[in-house]
T-cell receptor, first 114, second 117 residues
Framework: DTEVTQTPKHLVMGMTNKKSLKCEQH?????MYWYKQKAKKPPELMFV???????INESVPSRFSPECPNSSLLNLHLHALQPEDSALYLC?????????????FGEGSRLTVL | AQKVTQAQTEISVVEKEDVTLDCVYE???????LFWYKQPPSGELVFLIR??????QNEISGRYSWNFQKSTSSFNFTITASQVVDSAVYFC??????????????FGKGTKLSVKP
C-alpha cells in the first residue's frame, strides 16, 4: 500500500469550476511536492513545501494554488483551468532536503479539463 | 547544465528475455545522485535504486541490476528474465547539490518497456 494517498483519483472539471486535489502522507516527512505529468512525458516540478512553508514555485500560473495545512496534508486548489492543464498530478514526499533522499510518490490524480 | 538522456523511447521484449535500459547523464557537480523509478499504468512512481557519485559498485537486486560507469556518465538498468509485470515506464533521474537541494530531480524522458507473454 502506498503511504502517500491522493484524492480524487480522477477528476473532470469545466473551465469555470473550482476544485481541489488532496494529498495525505503519514511518513513523517517534512518536504512535500506537487508534480504535473503530461502523457508520455516525465514529471515536471510545480511546488515544494518544506516544513509547511512554500519554498519553490516553478513559475506555475496562479490558477493553481497550493496549500499545506499541516505536515501531513497538501492541497492543490484549481480555478479557471484550461484544457491544456489536463494531466496527471502527482504528490510526493521526502524524508529530508538532502539531494540523496528519494521521493515517495502517490498514485496521482488524473485531471481532465473540458 | 544538468541533463538526463534516455535514448530508448520504447522497448518491446518477450517474457524471459533480458533487457537493458540506457541512461546517460550530464552534471558539472562532483557530488550527485542517480535514481531509477518505475511507473506502472497505475501512475505511481516507485523508487527502485539510488546511487551516489562516489560509489561505482554495481548492484544486483533479484532480477534487477544496475551498472554505473562514471567514465561514460552512464547508469544503465538491466532486467534479467523479464516478466509481464515489468511492463512500465522507467525513468532515470539525477539530483545534485546544484539543483537537488530540495528535491529538484532532473528526469530523463523515460523508456516504456512492454513485456509480452
Amino acid at each position: 500500500d502506498t503511504e502517500v494517498t491522493q484524492t480524487p483519483k480522477h477528476l473532470v472539471m469545466g473551465m469555470t469550476n473550482k476544485k481541489s486535489l488532496k494529498c495525505e502522507q503519514h511518513m513523517g516527512h517534512r518536504a512535500m511536492y506537487w508534480y504535473k505529468q503530461k502523457a508520455k512525458k516525465p514529471p515536471e516540478l510545480m511546488f515544494v513545501y518544506s516544513y509547511e512553508k512554500l519554498s519553490i514555485n516553478e513559475s506555475v500560473p496562479s490558477r493553481f494554488s497550493p496549500e499545506c495545512p499541516n505536515s501531513s496534508l497538501l492541497n492543490l486548489h484549481l480555478h479557471a483551468l484550461q484544457p491544456e492543464d489536463s494531466a496527471l498530478y502527482l504528490c510526493a514526499t521526502k524524508g529530508g532536503e538532502h539531494p540523496s533522499r528519494e521521493l515517495f510518490f502517490g498514485e496521482g490524480s488524473r485531471l481532465t479539463v473540458l | 547544465a544538468q541533463k538526463v538522456t534516455q535514448a530508448q523511447t520504447e522497448i518491446s521484449v518477450v517474457e524471459k528475455e533480458d533487457v537493458t535500459l540506457d541512461c546517460v547523464y550530464e552534471t558539472r557537480d562532483t557530488t550527485y545522485y542517480l535514481f531509477w523509478y518505475k511507473q506502472p499504468p497505475s501512475g505511481e512512481l516507485v523508487f527502485l535504486i539510488r546511487r551516489n557519485s562516489f560509489d561505482e559498485q554495481n548492484e544486483i537486486s533479484g532480477r534487477y541490476s544496475w551498472n554505473f560507469q562514471k567514465s561514460t556518465s552512464s547508469f544503465n538498468f538491466t532486467i534479467t528474465a523479464s516478466q509481464v509485470v515489468d511492463s512500465a515506464v522507467y525513468f532515470c533521474a539525477l539530483s545534485d547539490t546544484l539543483a537537488g537541494s530540495q528535491g529538484n530531480l532532473i528526469f530523463g524522458k523515460g523508456t516504456k518497456l512492454s513485456v509480452k507473454p
